[in-house]
C-alpha cells in the first residue's frame, strides 16, 4: 500500500540555525499539508499546499516557515531559524480529493499521514 | 472562540465491552467530522468521516454518531481488543484548515 514518506526520522540543531523536513506524498495525491505535535499536546494544522501554492496556514505559520514542492515528489518545510518552542513531531500528510469531496465548507478526503520527524532544538 | 472538547482522561475498558468516546464542539458549524486513531510517536491514522446530513456511520466493529443539534460526535469501538488500545482524535471540519481535538486514550485491559 502507498505510504507518504519523511526524513530524517529524528532532527536535532541549535537554536537559531535553519532546517529542512522533507516529505515523499503518495504519488498520485493532490494535497499536501503540514502538522506539528509539541510533546503531550494535541496535533496542530500549520499549511496546506495545493496547486504550488499555499492553499492554507494557520496563525502558527508564520514568516518563519516555508514550504516548497521542489520536484515532483518531494514536499518540504523549512524553519528559518529555528526556536526552542519549535521542539516537536512534524507530520507531512496528502490526499486525494475526489470532485464531490470539496465544497465551501470544508473537505471529506481521506489524509494519509507520514510517521512524522522529530525536531528538537538546543 | 472555536473549541473542541474530548475526554481528556484516559478510558479503561474490559476487552469485550464497547469503548464510547466523546467529541463535542463549540462554535462550529462542521460539514464533516473526521476521527483518527493515534499510536505512540506514530502519525494519525484516518478511521471514520461522517458528514452533517448522516446521523450514524459504521465500519466492522467501529461506529459513530453525529448530532449537529447537541454539537457532539460519539464514537464507539463494540467487541474491543487490547489492539484497539491508542489516543483516538476527533477532526470536524468547517474549513480547509483542519483542526483536531486533544484525543482520548484508550486502554483495552485483557
Known amino acids: 500500500e502507498p505510504e507518504v514518506t519523511q526524513t530524517p526520522s529524528h532532527q536535532v540543531t541549535q537554536m537559531g540555525q535553519e532546517v529542512i523536513l522533507r516529505c515523499v506524498p503518495i504519488?498520485?495525491?493532490?494535497?499536501f499539508y503540514w502538522y506539528r505535535q509539541i510533546l503531550g499536546q494535541k496535533v496542530e494544522f500549520l499549511v496546506s499546499?495545493?496547486?504550488?501554492?499555499?492553499?492554507?496556514k494557520s496563525e502558527i505559520f508564520d514568516d518563519q516557515f516555508s514550504v516548497e514542492r521542489p520536484d515532483g515528489s518531494n514536499f518540504t518545510l523549512k524553519i528559518r531559524s529555528t526556536k526552542l518552542e519549535d521542539s516537536a513531531m512534524y507530520f507531512c500528510?496528502?490526499?486525494?480529493?475526489?470532485?464531490?469531496?470539496?465544497?465551501?465548507?470544508?473537505?471529506?478526503?481521506?489524509?494519509?499521514f507520514g510517521p512524522g520527524t522529530r525536531l528538537t532544538v538546543l | 472562540s472555536q473549541k473542541i472538547e474530548q475526554n481528556s482522561e484516559a478510558l479503561n475498558i474490559q476487552e469485550g465491552k464497547t469503548a464510547t468516546l466523546t467529541c463535542n464542539y463549540t462554535?462550529?458549524?462542521?460539514?464533516?467530522l473526521q476521527w483518527y486513531r493515534q499510536d505512540p510517536g506514530r502519525g494519525p491514522v484516518f478511521l471514520l468521516l461522517?458528514?452533517?446530513?448522516?446521523k450514524e456511520k459504521r465500519k466492522e466493529r467501529l461506529k459513530v454518531t453525529f448530532d449537529t443539534t447537541l454539537k457532539q460526535s460519539l464514537f464507539h469501538i463494540t467487541a474491543s481488543q487490547p489492539a484497539d488500545s491508542a489516543t483516538y482524535l476527533c477532526?470536524?471540519?468547517?474549513?480547509?484548515?483542519?483542526?483536531f481535538g486533544t484525543g482520548t486514550r484508550l486502554k483495552v485491559l485483557a
Open positions: 499546499f495545493y496547486n504550488n501554492e499555499i492553499s492554507e
Open positions: 500528510a496528502s490526499s486525494d480529493p475526489s470532485p464531490s469531496s470539496r465544497s465551501k465548507r470544508g473537505a471529506s478526503d481521506t489524509q494519509y
Open positions: 477532526a470536524p471540519q468547517e474549513t480547509y484548515k483542519y483542526i
Open positions: 504519488s498520485n495525491h493532490l494535497y
Open positions: 462554535n462550529y458549524s462542521p460539514a464533516y
Open positions: 461522517i458528514r452533517e446530513n448522516e
